[in-house]
T-cell receptor, first 114, second 111 residues
Framework: ETGVTQSPTHLIKTRGQQVTLRCSSQ?????VSWYQQALGQGPQFIFQYYREEENGRGNFPPRFSGLQFPNYSSELNVNALELDDSALYLC?????????????FGDGTRLSIL | GESVGLHLPTLSVQEGDNSIINCAYSNSASDYFIWYKQESGKGPQFIID?????DKRQGQRVTVLLNKTVKHLSLQIAATQPGDSAVYFC??????????FGKGTTLSVSS
């Protein structure tokens, strides 16, 4: 069973740039959620994708957007990067349907904004 | 073993002790709860979960207790090992979308 994989592992950008982060879900999972984890904090929910549609969103501005593809993989796009966007971005996958299921996380992309 | 009644950001134990990590959750409508372990440089790793219709669930060396009356969750680790050293988060889930994470507890195990 292949776990959740994310790319790249590290990324450095400057203010105002745009970034795309990628996630491959665990085999058999159809739902992908994205989280932002600042240093020393717990992960904060950005949004979730199910059946290629956004299925819930946290308190993040519209410059955070996403996509889910037919193979259930996903992208997180962030426009107009700000210094406060520096964080670990985590992707989690799960299987929707049949009751609550745990979300399984990848090891994240460490994004640094200069 | 070491235990805390309220959430503390750090917990230090000796190898072989039992550890208890506590968590208060926020939403009485939450119906599903998960404990995660996060090691340095890694993503959160699933440990154990519990649904709101249960008050206890056991895994291998771990037990989760749920007290819905006071919105409290605890994770008990038996015979704590150095490999258990990590940050532990509880997370609550409502309606199957967002996980809301509690404040983490850093567990340090000395041998």
């Amino acid at each position: 069973e292949t776990g959740v994989t994310q790319s790249p592992t590290h990324l450095i950008k400057t203010r105002g740039q745009q970034v795309t982060l990628r996630c491959s879900s665990q085999s058999g999972h159809n739902t992908v959620s994205w989280y932002q984890q600042a240093l020393g904090q717990g992960p904060q929910f950005i949004f979730q994708y199910y059946r290629e549609e956004e299925n819930g969103r946290g308190n993040f501005p519209p410059r955070f957007s996403g996509l889910q593809f037919p193979n259930y993989s996903s992208e997180l796009n962030v426009n107009a990067l700000e210094l406060d966007d520096s964080a670990l971005y985590l992707c989690a996958s799960s299987l929707e349907g049949g009751g609550p299921q745990p979300q399984h996380f990848g090891d994240g992309t460490r994004l640094s904004i200069l | 073993g070491e235990s805390v009644g309220l959430h503390l950001p750090t917990l230090s134990v000796q190898e072989g002790d039992n550890s208890i990590i506590n968590c208060a959750y926020s939403n009485s409508a939450s119906d599903y709860f998960i404990w995660y372990k996060q090691e340095s440089g890694k993503g959160p790793q699933f440990i154990i979960d519990i649904r709101s219709n249960m008050d206890k669930r056991q895994g291998q060396r771990v037990t989760v207790l749920l007290n819905k009356t006071v919105k409290h969750l605890s994770l008990q680790i038996a015979a704590t090992q150095p490999g258990d050293s990590a940050v532990y988060f509880c997370a609550e889930n409502q309606a199957g979308t967002a996980l809301i994470f509690g404040k983490g507890t850093t567990l340090s195990v000395s041998s």
